[in-house]
């Protein structure tokens, strides 16, 4: 199963990226003048949704995936006229955001300057926002790939094809993400005989594990969240000003014959952003794995320590425009004779509270997160 964008970034942030020739397996790398890894993650964007920075710190080893938010920074991004906005901190913990209405603009400079409490402080170089084309057209065919038996979850799948016409600047790259809500009916499963502790949040542990499984209910609408599990980037260099026709950009699954809510993004990415994305493209492709990232490892192709130069940043400065559009996918016309989907059920029953009993809770709240939400989808219809 490809990992998620997300999990691949994240693997990424703490292994770094490769050199493009290089094939020798990782050395564990332990950075002398600290005792961990600053990672800033940092999206700029034209839709007021999409901007945020996060701030972590990980193990002072490349190969550990153990990471702390950051929290109490000063966060600051500054545009070309000297405009400053400043990033707070929300939720979760080492996350900031931008003061409400705020949205980047098309053509507009921005550089990031984040200061630590413990003096520590890094600056980007100064990226462009550069206009990005609308999604001209969406189709999306049912589609197997043969190598794979029925039984295999990557079998039989919606391939999801799009058009754009290329802006005749030249030098444009792009990127694509999508994301996927699908309403739930249970919060929690407690496995090995196991309950749900309502004060700390969590299933506890019985002293004796049986084999028995609970379920518990949403306390009200809550969505799963899943993203794409790839990187796909695109360079205009071949096609400059022209129309992109059929660019996949998405592999929807058949676990079920229900609708599927599907909400893509485009986006205009930098050049920088560009290869940080495609140097990890090119690492996963020469090597099959994140694991076998060498010694000489790419850190932060934009982002810099002001305090200690020698230090080495994980992280992006992202700026980008984006565009979006919602759609529902039919998965129940035009499949095959015989192709079915793969649906997964989940094993264990449902927790109620007994008949008579005084101050039982059954029903979970549904925490948000990043592959959770309480707050309806926008274009939501169902």
Known sequence: MPLSIRNILFYVLLLGLVTWACVNPIQDFVQIDSTSFTTIEADISDDAALSKVRL??????????FSLPISKAVVILSDQNGVKTTFTEGTPTGTYYPTAGFKGVVGSSYKLSVKLLTGQAYESSVETMKAVPEIENVITRFETLEQYSKVDVRRAGFSVYLDFKDLPTEGDYYLWNWKHFEKIRLCATCTDGGRYDFKKFDCVQPRFPTDAILNYMCDGNCWDISTNNDLNVFSDVLTNGQRVVGRQVARIPFDNWTPYYFRLEQRSITRSAYDFYQSLISQIQSSGSL???????????????????AEKVIGIFNVFSVRKKIFIIDRSKNIPVGELPIISVTPGETYTCPPGSVGCQEKVPCFESNTRTKITPEGWVF
């Open 291 to 309: 694991f076998d990232v060498p010694a000489e490892t790419r850190f932060s192709l934009n982002i810099k320590s002001l305090t200690n130069p």
């Open 56 to 65: 972590t710190s990980s193990s002072n080893r490349l190969t550990s995936q």
